[in-house]
Nanobody, 121 residues
Framework: QVRLVESGGGLVQAGGSLRLSCAAS????????MGWYRQAPGKQRELVAT?????????ADSVKGRFTISISRDNAKNTGYLQMNSLKPEDTAVYYC?????????????WGQGTQVTVSS
């Protein structure tokens, strides 16, 4: 089991920056990748960025060049980060942290509770 706790959301003006954090605890040794997804009102949840345990990253086209995903590790927990710069009103959404674990043939997805990001124009 993996527990994810997000923090860092809030209200920011367009052009501003925020950094989201995702503290992962529990069976962190089995985490294969972490990522951020977002869901705006009336829209489906969409991928924002992912990072594998090997450091490979992937970004949605809409955030490339503005957002940076990273991860830090210590013995007790992994912490994922999403640095968001040059924010736009269309970035407004609830942002969710995701962790993927793989053990043998079993893959599990874990989700945080979400953190609201609101960008005013």
């Amino acid at each position: 089991q993996v527990r994810l706790v997000e923090s860092g959301g809030g209200l920011v003006q367009a052009g501003g920056s925020l950094r989201l954090s995702c503290a992962a605890s529990g069976s962190i040794f089995s985490i294969n990748a972490m990522g951020w997804y977002r869901q705006a009102p009336g829209k489906q949840r969409e991928l924002v960025a992912t990072i594998t345990s090997g450091g490979s990253t992937n970004y949605a086209d809409s955030v490339k060049g503005r957002f940076t995903i990273s991860i830090s590790r210590d013995n007790a927990k992994n912490t994922g980060y999403l640095q968001m710069n040059s924010l736009k009103p269309e970035d407004t959404a609830v942002y969710y942290c995701n962790a993927v674990t793989k053990a043998g043939f079993t893959t599990n997805h874990y989700w945080g509770q979400g953190t609201q990001v609101t960008v005013s124009s």
